[in-house]
């Protein structure tokens, strides 16, 4: 019971963060603010989380789902194409989008973002490609599926043509780009 209810506390202070964060930017959101709208005193925050930058750095882990792409099909191009186009038509704007936008200003919110992407997208997709070059392949694609989400954030959701004529068009992008 106590280990359900210590996850439990710990979802909370963390569901608590990814909102706040995304409604009003890193260097707005105090501990003081959190541990009240989470019900939960700034020690025991800082005891599941260790500081505010390292709770920064779980929610960004938390909300994206990227790294789970990289383990589905076998065809990397139509994988990628295939996420972008979902990133493209989604009706809810990424919550980690509002959080690094809101949180823009921040030196050290932009240290974290840079080593989340590096992490997350950047080294595993290196990884995954043969040659001496793939980490400049594996960077440009990085910026396709980057400039996907700022793309989304503008302009909203949807595109004037049908899903699969986005996938097929971003597979061809994406296979010039990991060749």
Do not use: W
């Not at 959080?99 to 080593?115: F, G, H, I, Q, Y």
């Not at 980057?146 to 994406?174: K, M, Q, Y």
Request: hydrophobic residues 40%.
């Amino acid at each position: 019971m106590e280990t359900r209810s210590r996850e439990g506390t710990r979802r909370r202070i963390l569901d608590t963060a990814c909102r706040l964060f995304a409604e009003h930017g890193y260097d707005e959101v105090t501990m003081r603010m959190l541990g009240a709208e989470a019900n939960a005193n700034i020690a025991l925050i800082n005891r599941y989380f260790g500081s505010k930058r390292e709770l920064f750095a779980e929610v960004l882990a938390q909300q994206g789902r990227f790294p789970g792409v990289l383990d589905e099909g076998d065809d990397l191009a139509v994988t990628l194409a295939e996420y972008v186009a979902d990133r493209l038509a989604a009706e809810e704007d990424s919550r980690v989008l509002a959080t690094l936008d809101r949180s823009a200003p921040s030196t050290e919110v932009r240290e974290l973002a840079r080593e989340r992407v590096r992490s997350a997208i950047l080294e595993p997709l290196a990884r995954r490609l043969p040659g001496e070059d793939a980490e400049l392949r594996a960077s440009i694609a990085t910026v396709v599926i980057l400039g996907s989400g700022r793309f989304r954030h503008l302009f909203g959701p949807g595109t004037p043509v049908a899903r699969r004529e986005v996938v097929d068009r971003l597979t061809a992008v994406f296979r010039a780009c990991l060749s």
